[in-house]
């Protein structure tokens, strides 16, 4: 049973790195687009690509608290006493990064609408740099087990959260990057899909530097972790790797329908690589998952609420996806 409820938490971590990332990386890229004339396209398309769907991502990351609480409650108790820092941080830049977003279409001086891009694009490097911290140091045993609370400095101020939280962004940058891409492409503007076609490739480049140059850093911090990416987790890496590269040929090549799935599929691939180079351990090599797991009559009363979840929550994201691809939802925010 306990099995089965860290597969359904790692399911959920995986649907906010996918879909939450995509958002987070696309702020990344209004961050960057420039000064209120040069970056006015690219932050219109951003707009139009994100506007409809993003304030349904976080439901992932709400979900993954409620079940890492309720089913692993001395592992939830160890995170936030260690790690309280990156995720007052990520909390804080939740909110700004939604409230940013709103009211930056809502306010008319120009002075106020840089104010709250800046605020927006700022918290979308934020959240996903202290969320990539926080796995890093969970990854890098950096998180004492027992409900114990940790060093809250260098818990995630450390190699290994450095890499871990840079990692995110890019990768989230990367993600984004091919969806603005094939979202600009499907709105019949030509002009900005080449813009983010180049910056998809660059943060390709960028991301692969990134995770060759982390490499001996998880060797000699993570072991157990670099232990697990090289041998039970070595599949996984290596469709990361085909399906990165994969993506990267199909948008130099201008064939952004499929870069787009590939891409994302690169992505889930890197996160479950570290789920499963990490198990049996939800603290490496403290605190294995049936140790810290809940008893069984909690354990199957969070299992059946998750299927529900799964046969009310997913077909009404899934249909407000496909609605959004098929340019039949309001885009928020944008001028008409």
Known sequence: MSTA????????????????????GAGFWDLIAGGTARGERPRGAIDRSIGPVWEANHVWLIFCFVVLWTAFPSVYASITLTLFVPLTLAALGIVARGSSFAFRKSVFRTRDQRRFGAAFATSSVLVPYCLGAVAGAIAGGKVPPGGEAGDPVESWVNPVSILGGVLAVVLFAYLAAVRLTSDARRMGDDDMAAYFRRRAVVSAIVAGIVVAAGTPILNADASYLFDGLTSRALPAVIVSVVCGGASLALILRGNDRFARPLSGAAVVAVVAAWGIAQWPYLLPETTKVSEAAAPSGTLTALLVAAVAVALIVLPAMALLYVLDQKNLLPEEGVDS
């Open 5 to 24: 409820i860290a597969a359904t938490l790692f399911a959920g971590v995986i649907a906010y790195a996918l879909f939450g990332g995509a958002d987070f």
